[in-house]
């Protein structure tokens, strides 16, 4: 009998969450070296160059020196912040800059970051993380005032302690939020925010659809019933039922959800019905991009899970990064099976 995901009730110990705070195996090998600039778009060898300065800067800022009456200091960490569209290789370069300092390091989704502190309590998560040389932070973005707290409070806390800061968003610091929320104690903390990073643009077309055909037709139940059935480690869930599953776990879950699946079969896909399961869809996206799992559906294509309200609403980056990952993640089972 085929596996279903929804049968599957991963528990997390919340230990692990810092253990597991490494790049997705997809950029174990990646280095400055191996990200190749644009010479179209002169913005990625800058943000190259920049990413070697911040490196060789960070790890010096984790050297404490002495001060008057030869009392130690805690140098103050520093931050860089790459900005730019989808697929111009902002995690590449986080991901190299992750691999050139030493360790204790840490490397984590922004949504990661904040289930870190929800599992571990504020205190204990900065206790965990300040002795790092470095936090690297995929896809910064700040959809709620009180994650947008939170996160500055642990950055300037971090900072503070000598942790350096290294971010990759599609939206400038001081953006952030723009167009969402008014309240005065909100755009106060987006201000704290940005002072904390140099910000360096990553321009260029998304790598996930140069020259490739748009997503892939829905495949027919029988037939995806078929393809779950002949391919080992595959899973084959109802998108309905899979959706209310995700809404029972707790989003740190969802890497421990797909662990060791080779393909992921959705039947019957369809628009989500609402915000809440889009956005729970958007971070399973995540997981199953860092880990490279194949995606193939019936019902509708992958491009139309999300609707045009959605895509026109506050969460609208958030929701476009998730299509494209899941049409490269479908398109890579169209090549593989």
Do not use: W
Request: aromatic letters at 6%.
């Amino acid at each position: 009998m085929t596996a279903r995901l929804c049968d599957r009730n991963p528990v997390v110990a919340p230990e692990a969450l810092i253990l597991e705070m490494v790049p997705p195996s997809t950029f174990d090998l990646v280095s400055f070296d191996s990200y190749i600039p644009d010479p179209g778009e002169p913005s990625q060898a800058q943000a190259v160059s920049k990413a070697r300065d911040f490196v060789g800067r960070a790890g010096k800022a984790r050297t404490t020196k002495r001060g008057l009456f030869s009392r130690k200091q805690t140098p103050q960490g520093i931050g860089l912040y790459l900005d730019g569209g989808f697929g111009v290789g902002k995690t590449h370069l986080l991901a190299s800059i992750y691999h050139s300092l030493p360790e204790p390091k840490a490397f984590a989704t922004f949504v990661e970051v904040t289930h870190l502190v929800g599992a571990l309590g504020f205190v204990n998560a900065v206790e965990r993380l300040s002795d790092r040389t470095v936090l690297c932070i995929d896809e910064f973005e700040l959809d709620d005032p009180g994650d947008t707290m939170l996160v500055s409070r642990l950055l300037t806390e971090l900072t503070a302690k000598g942790v350096s800061i290294a971010a990759t968003s599609n939206t400038l610091p001081g953006q952030l939020g723009e167009g969402r929320f008014a309240a005065q104690d909100f755009l106060r903390e987006i201000r704290k925010l940005s002072a904390i990073f140099e910000t360096i643009r990553v321009d260029g077309p998304d790598y996930r659809h140069r020259d490739l055909p748009p997503a892939p037709a829905p495949r027919s139940d029988a037939e995806l019933v078929e393809l779950a059935e002949s391919t080992t480690d595959a899973t084959l869930d109802d998108f309905d039922a899979l959706c209310d599953h995700l809404s029972t776990l707790h989003p740190s879950k969802y890497k421990d959800l797909v662990d060791g699946v080779s393909l992921v079969c959705l039947r019957g896909v369809h628009p989500a019905k609402d915000q809440s399961v889009a956005l729970r869809i958007v971070v399973l996206a995540d997981r199953l991009y860092d880990a490279n799992i194949p995606v193939t559906v019936s019902g509708c294509r992958l491009d139309e899970i999300f609707t045009e309200e959605m895509l026109g609403g506050g969460y609208r980056k958030k929701y476009l990064r998730a299509m494209s990952r899941l049409l490269a993640l479908s398109r890579f089972a169209e090549s593989t099976v």
